[in-house]
């Protein structure tokens, strides 16, 4: 399996630390740690095969080949190994929601015991908040992240394959311009720069996804 560290990881790092947000950064990377890892689980139980892990600006990204078996099994106007792929992508999210919940949960029994002890929930609200934005932050319908992979598969599954690699490209951009439109509001009003740097990295990821859709074309 090949291992690959985006150097930009190094910018982000740097800009983070003059914002005052490194910590929160670094946290928020050690959850998406953790999310990636559940892709991997959910993935082997599939008898899905890792050939590479990234290390970037916002997170990890897994590639996994699929079970061959299941490649070749037909399932609607596409194959069950989409099915499976829409089951890994799920993983992730799925593990941040479920941390996030055990935490708030965790509010009401801890505050009886702790006496409002501050340290204690401000990790307790640190770590919901992490995975709460690992979580909803990678279920955006935009290629590669994981609700785009999700939304990509359910539209081979539906409209073919050839059809829903189309269509996950053209709702992928619709998405970033509604969505650059927003934070552009965001950050006008939070005066966060770190709303900026993470637009503009989706922007890259979109605009490296639209070369390869046309060259696959």
Not at 21 to 38: N, P, R, T, V
């Amino acid at each position: 399996m090949k291992f690959r560290i985006d150097l930009k990881i190094i910018l982000f790092i740097i800009l983070f630390f003059f914002t005052g947000q490194l910590k929160i950064y670094l946290i928020i990377l050690f959850f998406a740690l953790l999310h990636e890892l559940a892709h991997i689980i959910i993935g082997s139980i599939f008898k899905f095969r890792p050939i590479s892990f990234e290390f970037n600006p916002i997170g990890f990204c897994i590639e996994m080949l699929p079970n061959r078996k299941q490649y070749n099994k037909k399932f609607l106007k596409s194959n069950i190994s989409d099915f499976d792929n829409i089951l890994i992508g799920l993983a992730g999210p799925l593990l941040n929601l479920i941390i996030a919940i055990v935490c708030i949960r965790w509010k009401f029994v801890s505050e009886q015991m702790l006496r409002y002890n501050d340290e204690i929930f401000n990790l307790r609200k640190i770590i919901i908040y992490s995975n709460l934005v690992v979580g909803i932050f990678n279920l955006f319908p935009i290629y590669p992240l994981d609700g785009g992979r999700i939304l990509k598969c359910i539209l081979r599954i539906i409209f073919g394959i050839e059809n829903g690699e189309k269509l996950i490209n053209l709702i992928s951009n619709i998405f970033m311009i509604f969505l650059t439109a927003f934070c552009s509001i965001l950050i006008l009003y939070l005066k966060n720069i770190s709303i900026m740097i993470v637009l503009l990295y989706l922007w890259i990821l979109t605009i490296k996804e639209n070369k390869r859709y046309q060259l696959i074309e």
